[in-house]
C-alpha cells in the first residue's frame, strides 16, 4: 500500500483546505483509508475514515459537522474537507490506510495498530 497525501498550507480561522490522499493498493477488500493528525508537542490521533467499498464514514468528535471525508473510487482518491478551521485544528495531517470490517474500527483502533501511512501534510490555521 502506498499513500501520498497532499493539499496542507496556512489559512485563516473559518477558512476551508481539502486535503488529498492518493491511494496505490493492490486490493481494496476490506480496506479503510483516513486521517490522522499530530499537532505540535501532541500525539497522533484520529480525524476520519471512509470503509473503501461502501463509502460508509466515521468522525472524531472533534471534527464532526466541519471536516467530511470522501473517497472517488475511479481515480483511487481519498479526500477531506475542511470547513471553519480552528486554531486548534493546526497539525501535521498524515493520511492511513489498512484492513477494518468498518470505518469505526479504525477510529477504534489507535494509530498503533494501523499498518500504513503516507507523508504528512501540514495545516495551519491562524486566528
Known amino acids: 500500500v502506498q499513500l501520498q497525501a497532499s493539499g496542507g498550507g496556512s489559512v485563516q480561522a473559518g477558512d476551508s483546505l481539502k486535503l488529498s490522499c492518493a491511494v496505490s493498493v493492490r486490493t481494496f477488500a476490506h480496506l479503510a483509508v483516513g486521517w490522522y493528525r499530530q499537532p505540535p508537542g501532541k500525539e497522533r490521533e484520529f480525524v476520519a475514515a471512509i470503509k473503501w467499498n461502501d463509502a460508509s464514514t466515521h468522525y472524531a468528535d472533534s471534527v464532526k459537522g466541519r471536516f467530511t471525508i470522501s473517497r472517488v473510487s475511479a481515480q483511487n482518491m481519498a479526500y477531506l474537507q475542511m470547513n471553519d478551521l480552528k486554531p486548534e485544528d493546526t497539525a501535521l495531517y498524515y493520511c492511513?490506510?489498512?484492513?477494518?470490517?468498518?470505518?469505526?474500527?479504525?477510529?477504534?483502533?489507535?494509530?498503533?495498530?494501523?499498518?500504513?501511512w503516507g507523508q504528512g501534510t501540514q495545516v495551519t490555521v491562524s486566528s
Open positions: 492511513a490506510a489498512d484492513q477494518f470490517s468498518a470505518a469505526r474500527g479504525m477510529g477504534n483502533s489507535g494509530p498503533t495498530n494501523v499498518r500504513y
